[in-house]
């Protein structure tokens, strides 16, 4: 099982945060690896909602569809994909603290065949990249 959750505070209100970040469209500007969304299902973002996304990690792109499991606007975003050999969940939360927003982002999976092997290595090097993911979402919001 690969569970690697990070957090950041940004200094910005919540609903900002909340949006932004929860918004398929903008997640190839903040997320280093993600090349391209492109949504497979009508706009605005529900649950039920399917994302396809391309994402290039550990030097090979990689095609995956995320599925939108909860959505409690300016608290929780859930989403999830089962296909390919490494189903992943990934989970973000938004909270308040002291006039900013502590954001949390959460990757589980259970990675299956040699996927469960390198599962043990991608733990920290997901863990590094989700930390540069949310420096970089740090960045573009407090800049506005």
Do not use: H
Request: charged share 20%; aromatic share 10%; proline share 7%.
């Amino acid at each position: 099982m690969v569970n690697v959750q990070t957090e950041i505070l940004i200094q910005r209100p919540r609903e900002i945060v909340a949006s932004y970040a929860s918004d398929p469209d903008n997640a190839p500007v903040w997320y280093a690896n993600i090349r391209s969304a492109q949504w497979q299902t009508p706009r605005p973002l529900a649950v039920g909602s399917r994302v396809a996304f391309t994402a290039r990690f550990l030097g090979r792109n990689l095609d995956y569809v995320y599925e939108f499991t909860e959505l409690v606007p300016c608290e929780t975003l859930t989403m999830r994909t089962s296909q390919g050999p490494f189903p992943m969940r990934t989970t973000y939360t938004w909270s308040d603290e002291n006039g900013a927003t502590r954001m949390t982002l959460r990757n589980t999976g259970e990675p299956s065949g040699f996927s469960a092997l390198a599962g043990i290595v991608m733990a920290p090097m997901m863990r590094a990249a989700m930390r540069k993911d949310l420096e970089n979402l740090k960045k573009i919001l407090e800049a506005g």
